[in-house]
């Protein structure tokens, strides 16, 4: 028996339905909609909702989705025409402006190749990491190309892989993103840059951004692997600027003395035991023959290293009871009892304190000495020599302080030629410009 239908609809094996909308029936009895081309039976006619016009997506890019921005796609190369035949993003496009990778249809690896527009690189995931595998047929484009070409970080670490950035001088560049694992490609970066240059330490050394300095073993930057690490060298002068202060919480600091002989050449120490610098963020952030202590507070360490407090009873060691920070107390009924090289604030005793004549009766901050050969005051390089880079105010010669330039010095030169300079001293005692 036959179900009797309405003008509107179709006798379709007995079931009366609506060819303008059903999906099974769409136009005629048993004309379902094609799939992945539509979603919907509009008019008695297959059409992807999304596209708002009544049509299914096009053989081109014959995925339907619900994206109303994007909403026929492309799944891989083979829907594409001649004119744009990289599936790249869901859409057809032509090779110079495709994704940039060439992929494996089976397996989905990368090849190492990049579109002309990709400058370079290697292709990578959304996620950073690199796609491998190597296609059956090299004529075979992209099964999917959601990668980005550029380099990328190599387990969370900043150096890239040999394949993707060049090695330079024995140092493999870096791989410096604004975003890791973010799916942004990379920016290719020269390991050793600068390179040092007398004091001025070596920059990008292992690491985007890390520049040398003694805690991270000296001021030069050695390839070990193509991978740089800092090192100093234990032929050059002065223990290749082991010496040089290190920043701290408070002031700077300086942590070692010594460069290493052995592999690997770091700054040392040298007599604090496990072979290594001082902790500038530590309680002991200085390196004194002896080993590790704090200018600050120690007795025998008191402002410069070897200055001992020499208070006796009535007075107070270095930096405690009301004295400054790297400050000897002395006891004035046995007159000066201060260090002689006036380690510990100075080299005289005024009120129960140590203090430098030579300073205007001012304490020497830690990292200074009170030289009292000329009465030059709180000097940086050294007890009685010259040249030599002295804090203002200098007893005898007009030069005051500036609180704000910090930078300002009098300067002794070889001959003992005084001057006030704003922007500090060069090594032979002049004048910065």
Request: hydrophobic share 25%.
């Amino acid at each position: 028996m036959q179900a009797c239908c309405t003008a509107d609809e179709t006798n379709c094996h007995g079931a009366c339905v609506d060819t303008d909308e059903d999906p099974a029936n769409c136009g005629a009895c048993d004309s379902p909609i094609p799939q992945p081309n539509a979603d919907v039976c509009q008019g008695g006619a297959p059409a992807c909702a999304a596209r708002n016009d009544g049509q299914a997506c096009p053989a081109e890019q014959p995925v339907c989705t619900t994206d109303q921005a994007l909403p026929c796609i492309c799944v891989d190369d083979s829907s594409c025409g001649p004119d744009a035949p990289i599936c790249c993003g869901g859409q057809c496009t032509d090779e110079t402006e495709a994704c940039g990778c060439v992929a494996d249809v089976a397996t989905g690896g990368a090849v190492s190749a990049c579109s002309p527009q990709a400058a370079g690189g290697e292709c990578i995931s959304l996620t950073g990491t690199v796609l491998v595998g190597e296609p059956a047929d090299n004529t075979v484009r992209a099964a999917y190309h959601s990668a980005t070409c550029g380099c990328t970080p190599n387990n969370g670490q900043p150096v890239a892989t040999q394949t993707v950035c060049e090695s330079v001088g024995g140092f493999q560049d870096l791989c410096a993103s604004p975003a890791p694992d973010a799916g942004v490609a990379g920016t290719c970066v020269p390991q050793n840059f600068p390179a040092r240059d007398a004091g001025m330490p070596a920059g990008n050394c292992g690491e985007v951004g890390r520049t040398c300095d003694p805690v991270a073993g000296g001021l030069n930057c050695v390839a070990e692997s193509g991978v740089g690490a800092c090192q100093c060298s234990p032929t050059a002068a002065n223990e290749d600027a082991c010496g040089s202060p290190v920043p701290g919480p408070t002031r700077t600091h300086v942590v070692a003395d010594y460069c290493r002989n052995n592999v690997p050449r770091i700054c040392d120490c040298l007599d604090e035991p496990g072979n290594a610098t001082c902790d500038p963020q530590g309680t002991t952030p200085d390196c004194c023959p002896g080993g590790c202590v704090n200018l600050e507070t120690d007795v025998n360490n008191c402002g410069i290293c070897r200055e001992a407090c020499l208070y006796t009873v009535g007075s107070a060691p270095c930096g405690t009871d009301g004295l400054e920070p790297g400050q000897c107390g002395c006891d004035d009924t046995l007159g000066s009892s201060c260090p002689v090289n006036g380690g510990g604030g100075g080299e005289t005793c005024v009120s129960g304190a140590c203090v430098c004549i030579g300073a205007n009766l001012n304490i020497c901050t830690p990292g200074t000495t009170c030289n009292n050969s000329g009465s030059r005051g709180c000097c940086e390089w050294g007890f009685n020599t010259l040249p030599n880079s002295c804090l203002p105010p200098v007893n005898g010669f007009t030069c005051p302080a500036d609180p704000n330039n910090a930078a300002k010095r009098v300067c002794f030169n070889g001959a003992g030629v005084t001057s006030c300079c704003p922007n500090g001293c060069q090594p032979d005692g002049t004048c910065i410009p």
